[in-house]
């Protein structure tokens, strides 16, 4: 399609290993089949507390541990070899902060991995697919880890 602007896929993701599996799931099928091609302009989010609200964490240790999140995110897609990847690092609730992201680049899809919290754990910390699947104005793929 001549003239077309590439559609944008977000993937909201901290440093967890459900995060980062979602991130191989994503590229493995919507950008390694396509080659030099794929079909969205990758999009990677991560939101950190504000740092007011993170007892203990001082500013330059915030900013180590999104600068390693940005640093792992960009090996795993150099690895499969996307590397026209955005990454955006914002500051605040990771509910709210992901949404109004993808709202800002007009992202169509909207990938998110699964802690698999239980119950309680869940209504303590809040679900960011949960919320993100309630409240994104795009589709949400909630990508599960398989049970070992």
Request: charged content about 20%.
């Amino acid at each position: 399609m001549v003239g077309t602007r590439k559609k944008v896929m977000a993937l909201g993701m901290d440093n967890s290993e459900p995060s980062f599996y979602a991130l191989q799931w994503t590229l493995d099928h919507f950008f390694v089949l396509f080659g030099q091609d794929p079909p969205f302009k990758l999009l990677i989010i991560h939101a950190q507390p504000p740092l007011a609200s993170v007892v203990g964490f001082t500013g330059p240790d915030s900013k180590k541990r999104a600068q390693n999140v940005v640093e792992k995110a960009r090996e795993v897609c150099n690895n499969t070899g996307v590397n026209n990847v955005v990454i955006e690092v914002i500051e605040g609730d990771a509910r709210n902060e992901i949404c109004d992201v993808v709202d800002r680049h007009h992202t169509s899809i909207l990938v998110v991995g699964n802690h698999n919290y239980g119950s309680v754990k869940r209504a303590l910390l809040g679900s960011v697919s949960d919320h993100c699947s309630h409240n994104a104005h795009c589709s949400v793929l909630i990508v599960k880890q398989p049970k070992h």
